[in-house]
């Protein structure tokens, strides 16, 4: 229980990657709430014992972002703030216009800046706090047909290494977790897409999608969240401005 009496946020909670963070925070000892735009798949990981509360909210509207914050904090405030909430769209270049880049920026990268704007005040009075980022494998090197998502991802990362800096006496760590493909709905929908779009068979589309990882699979939530864990338990306070690799070693 090395979070015990710690209060954490996690958005994007309520399912994949996210629920496995809440879950794994929870075991810990921490008292979990999550933020997402699914108010059934929220409650439902509350019902099932991942986190302890919820709020329905969209992390690219900052006035929500900093409402349910407010509301889920109480006099407390968070000790941890985990900005998991993303998405990705995929296209060539030339097909991807201003709009779609936009649109990664916002909840990618203007999502996190939301959530770390409401969670970091109380941090810093406290003295004490961690912000964490899941980004992604995309946030260090490029793929194609994802430009705007990497590009997304790639801010993302730049965002941690600055902040890091500014609060590097604070007593408040920021980073970055980065996989690679994980075991989520957001890729099971990637296949689904690849399969429509070229006939392939969906075992076809999977060898394709984790051809670059040399342990040949996909990444599970949960080694995602055990990353999450070590950045925000005892041991970790030199940590800062890092982005960890979870992608079985393709880079």
Do not use: W
Not at 13 to 27: H, N
Not at 40 to 49: D, F, K, W
Not at 214 to 226: D, H, K, M, S, Y
Request: with cysteine.
């Amino acid at each position: 229980m090395v979070l015990q009496g710690q209060h954490a946020l996690v958005t994007g909670g309520g399912r994949g990657i996210g629920r496995a963070i809440a879950q794994a925070l929870t075991g810990a000892g921490a008292q979990v709430a999550i933020l997402g735009r699914d108010e059934a798949a929220l409650r439902e990981a509350v019902t099932a014992g991942a986190a302890a509360d919820f709020a329905v909210c969209d992390v690219r509207d900052a006035a929500s972002v900093a409402e349910a914050v407010a509301k889920l904090a109480g006099d407390k405030g968070f000790d941890i703030a985990v900005a998991n909430a993303g998405a990705v769209e995929t296209g060539p270049f030339l097909r991807s216009d201003a709009e779609r880049f936009r649109r990664m920026l916002d909840i990618n990268l203007i999502g996190t800046v939301n959530l770390f704007h409401a969670a970091l005040p109380a941090m810093l009075e406290r003295r004490r706090g961690r912000l964490v980022a899941i980004a992604s494998t995309a946030g260090h090197r490029g793929y194609p047909y994802v430009s705007a998502y990497a590009a997304a991802k790639h801010a993302v990362l730049g965002l941690v290494k600055s902040l890091a800096l500014e609060t590097a006496r604070s007593g408040v760590t920021v980073n970055a977790v980065c996989p690679g493909y994980a075991d989520t709905d957001m890729v099971a929908s990637g296949l689904d897409a690849i399969v429509a779009k070229t006939g392939k068979s969906r075992e076809q589309a999977m060898a394709e999608m984790v051809r670059d990882n040399p342990q040949g699979r996909l990444i599970a939530p949960e080694e995602v969240a055990a990353s999450v864990l070590y950045l925000c338990g005892p041991g970790s306070d030199a940590v800062t401005g890092q982005s960890l690799l979870i992608n079985g070693g393709e880079f």
